[in-house]
């Protein structure tokens, strides 16, 4: 069993790391007891995500429906054959995620399968489940099982999330749109109605959460908080060139840091993250 445990993770990390160089990067600067299960919760996720984005030739609905019944089977039996369940039902027993994150993550995805636009109440309750509660489920793996500390952190760890998110339904507008069907703007039903007033005002949000973020990323355990920092500074950076663009421009092509940029940011985060602790 020890080495199906070792290659559903290394399955885990390959698919990581060939879908997000930046949380890779991210991932790579955690002390080892720590990256296992990362890789494990986001290859979980991406999978999922995945199945509502890009399986456009088959029935998603169906697809998502036996990915549901199979992860709290996984979670349930402590096996699977799929390796990507198996890491991951590894790091829910292991790590005490509570179901009730895994329920509003896939209700989250379920949603994408029928909505092209979300009123505010949906929206929050699609941000919270198809990101907040990814934020927290990694949480959870970073306190170790400390409550009060997961307590104390739960709300900057659910603005982190939300902020990556909404940064992600701007830098993707135009692939949402086109290829989606999809605006992730509350209230804006379609491309015609995207004006700087919608993009403004969410980034106004993304500024807030990204300051609450800031004060949790403090009291990270030092086995982490140079990862998680590093894949802060990618995303303010990434905000930092969509707030500079305008909205015209985010419909006709999607920005990006390069990847030359990105290892000059974990550079510094490097020289930056000892002082985070008492600046």
Known sequence: ??????????????????????????????????????????????????????????????????????????????????????AFQQVVNEYGIDRKYITAFLDSMEMDLSNSYYEQDFYNNYVYGSAEVVGLMCLKVFVEGDEAKFNELLEPARALGSAFQKVNFLRDMKSDIEERGRIYLPGVDSSERIDDFNKVKLEKEIEKEFALAMEGIRKLHPGVRMGVYTAYLYYIKLFDKIRSAEVDTLLKRRVRVSNIRKLLLFGKSVMEVKVLKTT
């Open 1 to 86: 069993m020890e080495l199906y445990h070792k290659t559903a993770f290394r399955i885990s990390k390959i698919i990581t790391n060939h879908y997000s160089t930046s949380f890779s990067l991210g991932i790579k600067a955690f002390s080892p007891k720590f990256r296992d299960p990362i890789y494990g919760i986001y290859a979980y996720v991406r999978f999922a995500d995945e199945i509502v984005d890009t399986f456009h030739d088959y029935n998603k609905k169906e697809l998502l429906l036996k990915f549901r019944e199979d992860t709290f089977r996984a979670i349930e039996d402590g096996i699977s054959l799929n390796p990507v369940l198996h």
